[in-house]
C-alpha cells in the first residue's frame, strides 16, 4: 500500500540520517586512512617525498625480512605467554571476588587499577623493579638466596619480564568481563547443585565453565587481538633488544615508518599484521566459536 | 613669491615622494621549532630578542617540544606542509633528511663561515658538498676518572694508551664489600641497545686511523682496525672490568655512584656532577689511544637548518649567520654548554671562563681531533637492523667478533641496495 511504503521509506530515511554521523566520521577517520595505508603499501614512500610505485616490492621484501619474521615469532611467544596465563588468573580472581567478602570492592578495585593506569608510567616503574643492581626484584630474590638477574638485558629473560609486566597490566580488565559474566550465571542452577550434593569444582566444571564460555570466547579474541599489537613496554623497556628478542610487528612497523622513513613498507607491515591478526581470530572462531551456547 | 611658493611646492612634493619612494623592508615572520633543554634555550632566547633588535623587520616565534618524538613531528608536518622554517637537527638525523631533499641549500649564504668551526662540526652541517646546516652544538667524548678511587687503587696518573685503560680497569674492579660479588667497576661502557655502543666502537677504530664508512656512505665494518676495536671493547667484557650488559641503562649513573670509578662521557657530566655528586672529586682526559695510534674521539653534532618549505628562506639563512657571528655561542659556553665555534673559544672572556673550568676546558682540548656520526642516510637503519644485534652479540662473547662484523656487513650493504 502505497501509505505504508512511504512511511517505510520515511522510517528508513530518519535510521540512516541518524547513523549518518558515525559512519561519516568511519569513513573519514578509519576507512579512507586504510584504504590510503593499502595504497601506500604498493609505493616507495618517506612521507616526504611523493609515493613512487613499486608494485608488490614491499611484500616480497617481507618474506625475506628476518627481522620481521623474528618480530612475528617473538609476538607469537608474548601472545601465548599472556593470553592463557592472563586469563587464567583472571578467572581465579573473579571467581575468588564474586562473593560477598568484606573489601571485595577494594580488591577489584586494586586489580583494576592497573588496567587504567598509562602503560608508559607502568613501563617506567617496572624498568626499576628489573633494575639488576637497585632493583625490588633481585632484592626479595638475594633474600632468598637466588643470584640475581639481568632481566631486561638478557635473551633468556627479556620477553619473560614484559610478559610478566604485561599479565600484571591487563588481569584486571578481564577479572572485570569475568565477574560481569559470573553475575549473569542464574543462582539458581548453583541452588539446584548444592541440593544435589556437588562440590565447588563440580560446580565450577558443570555449571561457571560452560556458561562463562561466551565470555571466555571473546576474551581470547580480544586478547589475541591486542596481544599481537604489543609496542609500547617493549619500545620503552628494551627498544627491542636485547639481540632483537623482544623486537614485535609494531616494534618494526614503527621502526620502518618513523626511524627509516619507509612509510610505503612500514604499510605493507601493518596489512601483513591485518592479516595474521585476521587469521588468528578466523581460527578462533572456527574452533572455540562452535563450542560456546549463547542460549 | 608666487615663484618661491611653487619651488617650495615642489621641493615638498619632491621629498614626500622620496619618501613613498623608500621601499620599506616586508615584515617577516620566521618560525622556528626547538627542542633544546633549558641551558641551550636561555641563548636561544638571547639570540632571538638580539637578531630581532638588529632586524626590525623580522619577527621568530618559537615553539618549544619534548625531544622525544621531535622528528617524527617535523617529519608529518614536513609532510602536511606546516613545517617551520628553521629546526635543529641532531646526529644522523642530518643525512638522513638532507638525503630527502629537506634542507636549503644555504651554501651561497654561508659558506664563508666555515672557520669559526671545528671540522668536524662543520662537515655534518655538509652533505654532497653542500652545507645544509650550521653547527650549533658539538658533545665530544672524553674519559672521566674518579681521583680519590684512582689514588686507592694506586692506579698512576698515566692512563694514555689501550693498555693502560686495560691495566687500570682491572685494578679498579673489586668486591668492596666482600659479599662475593664484584659491585665496584673499573669503567663503564656502553652496552646492549646504548646509543653510544656505535660511537665508542668508532672511537676505537678512528684511534687506529680508520673509520666505519667510507667516503661516499658504504660501510666498512671488516677492516682490521674495527675488528681490533670491537674486539679491545669486548674484551672490557669478558674480563669483567666494565659494568656488565644491562647494568643500568644510564651509563653515568654508575660513575655518579662510585659504581664505576672510570666512564666515557660527554659534557653532559659538566651538569650532572655538580647536582648529583658534588662531594665527587673527578678529572677528564682524552680517551686513551693504542700503541701508534692517533688521538681520536666521537662528538655529536647539532645543526639548525632551513626547511625546503620555508617562505623565507634568505632571512633564515640571515640567522643562521647571526646565530654564528653574534653571542649565542658565547651564551651556550656560559650555560656550560662545549660549542661547535673554536671563533667563541677565541673570545677573551670565554677564556677567562675556562681558566676557571679545567673540565670544561678539557672538552675543548679534544675537539680538533673528534669524528662525527657518519654522513650516511641509511645510518639509522643500518644500526637498527644490521649492527646492533651483532655488536651486542660480539659484546657479550656469544659471537665472535670478525664473524658478528661479517653478518653486520652483508646485512648493512642488502639495505643500501
Redesign the interface.
Known amino acids: 500500500m502505497p501509505n505504508s511504503s512511504k512511511h517505510h521509506r520515511r522510517l528508513a530515511l530518519a535510521g540512516y540520517a541518524f547513523v549518518a554521523p558515525g559512519m561519516i566520521l568511519l569513513t573519514l577517520l578509519w576507512f579512507v586512512p586504510v584504504l590510503g595505508a593499502l595504497y601506500l603499501s604498493f609505493t616507495k614512500y618517506a612521507i616526504v617525498t611523493p609515493p613512487q610505485w613499486i608494485g608488490l616490492a614491499n611484500y616480497k621484501r617481507l618474506l625475506s625480512d628476518e627481522l620481521f619474521l623474528k618480530a612475528i615469532l617473538n609476538t607469537a611467544y608474548y601472545a601465548l605467554g599472556t593470553i592463557p596465563v592472563g586469563m587464567i588468573i583472571a578467572l581465579i580472581l573473579a571467581v575468588a571476588l564474586n562473593r560477598n567478602l568484606r573489601l571485595a570492592g577494594f580488591f577489584r578495585l586494586s586489580y583494576y587499577l592497573p588496567v587504567i593506569t598509562s602503560m608508559v608510567a607502568v613501563s617506567m616503574i617496572w624498568l626499576w623493579i628489573y633494575n639488576p643492581e637497585y632493583g625490588i626484584l633481585n632484592f626479595l630474590l638475594g633474600k632468598i638466596g637466588i643470584s640475581p638477574k639481568l632481566w631486561l638485558a638478557h635473551p633468556k629473560w627479556a620477553m619473560p619480564s614484559i610478559i610478566a609486566m604485561s599479565i600484571w597490566k591487563g588481569v584486571g580488565k578481564n577479572m572485570m568481563l569475568y565477574l560481569a559474566g559470573l553475575q549473569g550465571i542464574p543462582d539458581q542452577l548453583y541452588d539446584a547443585a548444592k541440593v544435589d550434593g556437588a562440590t565447588g569444582w563440580k560446580t565450577f566444571r558443570h555449571i561457571t565453565w560452560p556458561l562463562l564460555l561466551p565470555t571466555t570466547f571473546f576474551i581470547l579474541v580480544v586478547s589475541t587481538i591486542g596481544s599481537f599489537q604489543v609496542f609500547e613496554q617493549v619500545y620503552i623497556m628494551t627498544q627491542g633488544g636485547p639481540l632483537n628478542s623482544t623486537t614485535t610487528v609494531v616494534h618494526q612497523i614503527y621502526q620502518s615508518a618513523f626511524q627509516f622513513f619507509k612509510m610505503g613498507y612500514a604499510s605493507a607491515q601493518a596489512f601483513a599484521l591485518f592479516v595474521l591478526i585476521f587469521a588468528l581470530s578466523w581460527v578462533n572462531n572456527r574452533f572455540f566459536g562452535g563450542t560456546v551456547d549463547y542460549s | 613669491m608666487k615663484k618661491c611658493l611653487r619651488s617650495l611646492v615642489i621641493v615638498i612634493g619632491l621629498l614626500i615622494s622620496m619618501g613613498f619612494g623608500v621601499v620599506q623592508a616586508e615584515p617577516v615572520t620566521l618560525k622556528i621549532w626547538d627542542m633544546m633543554s633549558p641551558a641551550d634555550e636561555d641563548g636561544l632566547l638571547k639570540a632571538i630578542a638580539a637578531f630581532e633588535e638588529a632586524n626590525p623587520n623580522i619577527r621568530i616565534e618559537r615553539e618549544k617540544f619534548p625531544f622525544a618524538g621531535f622528528?617524527?613531528k617535523l617529519?608529518?608536518a614536513?609532510?602536511g606542509n606546516s613545517a617551520p622554517d628553521l629546526a635543529p637537527v641532531v646526529i644522523y638525523y642530518i643525512p638522513?633528511?638532507a638525503d630527502?631533499?629537506?634542507f636549503v641549500d644555504v651554501t651561497d649564504d654561508v659558506s664563508d663561515l666555515a672557520d669559526y668551526y671545528y671540522p668536524a662540526a662543520w662537515d655534518m652541517g655538509t652533505y654532497k658538498g653542500r652545507v645544509v646546516g650550521v653547527p650549533y652544538s658539538m658533545d665530544p667524548r672524553a674519559l672521566g676518572v674518579n681521583t680519590a678511587m684512582l689514588d686507592e687503587a694506586g692506579v698512576g696518573d698515566t692512563l694514555a694508551t689501550w693498555d693502560d685503560l686495560v691495566n687500570a680497569a682491572g685494578k679498579l674492579t673489586r668486591d668492596s664489600n666482600n659479599d662475593g660479588r664484584t659491585d665496584v667497576y673499573g669503567l663503564s661502557l656502553p652496552s646492549?641497545?646504548h646509543a653510544w655502543v656505535f660511537d665508542v666502537w668508532s672511537i676505537f677504530t678512528a684511534q687506529q686511523g680508520k673509520r666505519l664508512f667510507d667516503d661516499t656512505g658504504k660501510p666498512v665494518f671488516t677492516t682490521t682496525e674495527a675488528e681490533n676495536a670491537l674486539q679491545y671493547y669486548a674484551d672490557f667484557f669478558s674480563q669483567g672490568a666494565t659494568t656488565?650488559?644491562?647494568?643500568?641503562?644510564a651509563l653515568r649513573d654508575a660513575f655518579v655512584q662510585e659504581?664505576a670509578a672510570m666512564a666515557i662521557d660527554g659534557p653532559w657530566i659538566l651538569e650532572e656532577m655538580p647536582r648529583r655528586a658534588p662531594d665527587i672529586d673527578y678529572r677528564l682526559i682524552p680517551i686513551p689511544t693504542p700503541t701508534s695510534g692517533v688521538p681520536a674521539t666521537f662528538a655529536s653534532v647539532g645543526v639548525w637548518s632551513v626547511f625546503r618549505t620555508s617562505k623565507h628562506p634568505k632571512e633564515a639563512a640571515q640567522f643562521l649567520r647571526f646565530l654564528t657571528e653574534g653571542d649565542y655561542q658565547k651564551d651556550r659556553i656560559f650555560a656550560g654548554k662545549t660549542s661547535p665555534s673554536r671563533v667563541a673559544y677565541q673570545r677573551p672572556e670565554v677564556r677567562e671562563y675556562l681558566e676557571k673550568d679545567p673540565r670544561h676546558a678539557e672538552f675543548v682540548a679534544v675537539m680538533d681531533q673528534a669524528i662525527a656520526t657518519p654522513k650516511s642516510p641509511y645510518l639509522?637503519?643500518i644500526l637498527?637492523?644490521a649492527l646492533?644485534?651483532e655488536m651486542?652479540?660480539a659484546l657479550?662473547g656469544?659471537k665472535p667478533v670478525p664473524e658478528a662484523l661479517e653478518t653486520a656487513q652483508k646485512k648493512a650493504l642488502s639495505i643500501i641496495q
Open positions: 622528528y617524527d617529519l608529518t614536513f609532510a638522513q633528511m630527502y631533499g629537506i646492549g641497545t656488565p650488559a644491562g647494568y643500568d641503562v659504581k639509522a637503519e637498527a637492523t646492533r644485534a651486542e652479540a657479550l656469544i
